[in-house]
């Protein structure tokens, strides 16, 4: 049953039909079950890499890229091409009906680019979005604590300040797709003196170099897709970096922390909730030693929630 959602979203619907008709390259929707749930159990990561691996599947990402339907909801200024929820309902609904892969990039997609878009300097959107649309940085996120779960006051993996560089350090659990990520995006505590839910900040750090380490965890149904992460003296940028308390003392409630974020994004238009990105926001934050100019530059200010 399809909706009756007025002319426009008729028109973009066929026009999407045809496009995909034209340019899905022959034997891609045999790849795989590109509409199976992706983590299924834990069970297809196997499957899909093997797909993904294919040069027909590679020609089709290059084509969605060309086309901006690769974060198609970000706004067109940023890569995408500013879709709202009606038109990214219709868009995923016939690449279902065709039996062809999205190609999303996950939580850089609808976490970690929003951030970057709303709260992030000129310089940093730059350099960080297209790393996302393209793929080249896959992205997991490092907010639950062994002992903590998901209680953010708690954290305890602490972030210092070394020169232009944060140094990170401590143990993140229940890890998404650790073992596909290049980057990590994490909250850890670099103020221990401040009020538990004040001194945290938000950082993206590389999740392949020296440091790191990541460990399997079982599930019931044999599989592994959650891991445990180790990070011993990680170093990131502090372009990298943003302070996550504001001079009023309250917490950002980084990304939502919801699932639904990144629909109430696309339905209402950018900017969205509030997230943690806020390019050295905090008075604190600017007098740390080397922090880039460009950052400071793109300090913001939020009102209290």
Known sequence: ?????????????ADLRDWIAAEAPDGLAALADWNMAVTAGGYRREELAAAMEQPAYA????????????????????GGQGMDAVRIAVLNEDFHRAGVPRVRRGMGEALVGPSVIVHGTAEQRAYFLPRIISGEEVYCQGFSEPGHGSDLAAVETRGI?????????????????ASRATMMFLLCRTDPDAEKHAGLSYVLIPFTGPGVE??????MSGASEFCEDFLDGVRAPLFNTSASSESSGHWPRPLASTAAAPIAWSASGWPGPT???SSCASAGCA??????EAARRGRRRRSRS
């Open 275 to 277: 997230p943690a990105f």
């Open 59 to 78: 020609a089709w990402e290059r084509k969605l890229a060309a086309a901006r339907l690769i974060c198609p909801q970000w706004p067109e200024e940023f």
């Open 214 to 219: 990541y460990r399997p965890i079982r599930q």
């Open 287 to 292: 007098r740390w030693p080397g922090w880039p």
């Open 1 to 13: 049953m399809e909706l009756d959602l007025g002319p426009q979203i008729a028109r973009f619907r």
């Open 161 to 177: 300040v070394d020169g232009d560089e944060i140094v990170v350090s401590g143990q993140k659990v229940w890890t998404s797709g």
